[in-house]
């Protein structure tokens, strides 16, 4: 998401005081959506010391820090942005790589000494970085973002936090895969950084075959500390994060997990739909990207070599694999939502798949509850429940219509106001 640089100095600012405010609160008359699918039509939150103390129908008896009224407004639990790449400083570039020398003799064991996309030891919880979390973040409800570096084949370990300042929620959340070659096996010359790679191996089939060799390697990894980082994914102590959209991308993701004793959650996901019944059956969860590119335009006036009824047929087609967020709904797997854009349209793009048929239920257990499930912090966040973060979402309406903005929010018991968009 974009933001000014005056901007996020303005909530660096505010949210940096935070110690120094109360963050207790009364809010009352508010129309409140848990999270979990229930609604209370007028109640009220206590927050005590950045925690929410009680929800209840109608108003407390007394009145614990600074009193709000809100009539006439939504309170939704904080909406989580289940996969990002925003948020992190890039990571320092590593030493130049040569390779062995392949050319007078070929070690037995070429890879090791040629390694390439295996960055699973950076920590992405050391490379947050607050000067990011401007107001675009907020103006679309956003208050807790799950965020890796995104760089290699092993991209290191996830990290959860809410957007101000020392907001920690867990550290080595998940480690990361892809089967992509960018940032880390791929084309180009000879040579390379630790970052960007270079020509070993080229192909889709050498870099499985590497990486298959390299979980199985971390099941024992001595001194190692890519293979020590990778030892709790291999030993199924802790989850991996598997960037795979397609069918056959998700099939391959499930099939090198079961080789190598990965637990996967699926990254992306945009034809999940279509492996639901083995994704259900093993409890394989999905986040889902909300960004289902652009959508093909069929305006009859509009200057095209293309004909009108060949525009209208591809529109129809992409408007019916748009819908697979809906698609997913119907099938019971488990999955959340994320928008790994650079801009603000979060909420624009979950307004789309509900549109497209989305039942606004579940795209809202999507933003919060079941985004906090998949990544393990339901006890911290993702429901107004009693002894969570005081993370809240406030709205002049239903966060599905178009028109509706956000008022302001509130992260651990600080409240920021929001401009409309």
């Known amino acids: 998401m974009k933001r ?12 940096g005081s935070a110690q120094a405010q109360d963050r207790s609160w009364t809010l009352v008359n508010a129309r409140i959506e848990i999270g979990d699918g229930q609604v209370i039509e007028k109640g009220s939150i206590v927050v005590l010391d950045g925690k929410i103390k009680s929800v209840m129908e109608g108003t407390p008896a007394g009145i614990t820090g600074t009193h709000v009224d809100c009539a006439g407004l939504t309170i939704y639990p ?17 030493p130049a790589i040569t390779g062995p020398n392949y050319r007078d003799s070929v070690p037995v064991e070429f890879w090791r000494g040629n390694r390439r996309g295996v960055f699973a030891s950076t920590d992405a919880s050391a490379l947050i970085d607050s000067e990011t979390f401007g107001k675009d973040y907020f103006a679309n409800g956003v208050t807790t973002i799950h965020a890796a570096s995104g760089r290699g084949q092993f991209g290191g370990w996830s990290a959860i936090f809410d957007l101000e300042k020392d907001g920690l929620i867990k550290k080595e959340a998940m480690q990361t895969m892809a089967f992509g070659g ?4 791929g084309g180009g010359g000879g040579g390379g950084t630790a970052q960007t790679g270079s020509n070993y191996p080229t192909s889709l089939m050498g870099r499985i075959a590497v990486m298959r060799q390299v979980l199985w390697d971390a099941t024992s990894p ?7 980082a990778l030892n709790p994914a291999v030993t199924g102590k802790t989850h991996v994060a598997f960037s795979a959209s397609t069918e056959r991308e998700i099939f391959r993701a499930l099939t090198l997990s079961e080789q190598t004793n990965l637990k996967p959650v699926i990254v992306g996901g945009r034809e999940a739909w279509k492996s639901a019944d083995e994704l259900k059956a093993k409890g394989i969860a999905v986040l889902l990207n909300l960004d289902a590119g652009t959508e093909p335009s069929a305006d009859p006036n509009a200057q095209s070599d293309v004909p009108l009824e060949v525009r209208q047929e591809r529109r129809e087609t992409w408007l019916a694999d748009a819908a697979y967020a809906q698609r997913l709904a119907t099938s019971g797997v488990n999955f959340g939502f994320y928008a790994d854009r650079e801009n603000d349209n979060f909420l624009e793009l979950v307004r789309k798949h509900i549109g497209w048929g989305l039942h606004r239920t579940i795209a809202l257990q999507a933003l919060t509850s079941s985004t906090a499930k998949i990544l393990g912090i339901y006890d911290e966040v993702g429901s107004i429940t009693a002894g969570k973060r005081a993370n809240f979402v406030v709205m002049d309406g239903d966060f599905a219509v178009a028109t509706t903005k956000v008022k302001w929010v509130m992260l651990r ?8 968009k």
């Not at 000014?4 to 949210?15: G, P, Q």
């Not at 960018?182 to 096996?185: E, I, V």
């Not at 001595?222 to 020590?228: H, I, M, Q, T, V």
């Open 413 to 420: 018991g600080t409240k920021v106001e929001v401009e409309g």
């Open 222 to 228: 001595g001194d190692d500390a890519e293979l020590k």
């Open 4 to 15: 000014s640089l005056a901007s996020s100095l303005l909530v660096l600012a505010f949210l």
């Open 182 to 185: 960018g940032g880390g096996f």
């Open 78 to 94: 904080g909406f989580i942005d289940g996969f990002s790449r925003n948020g992190l400083k890039s990571p320092e570039q590593g």
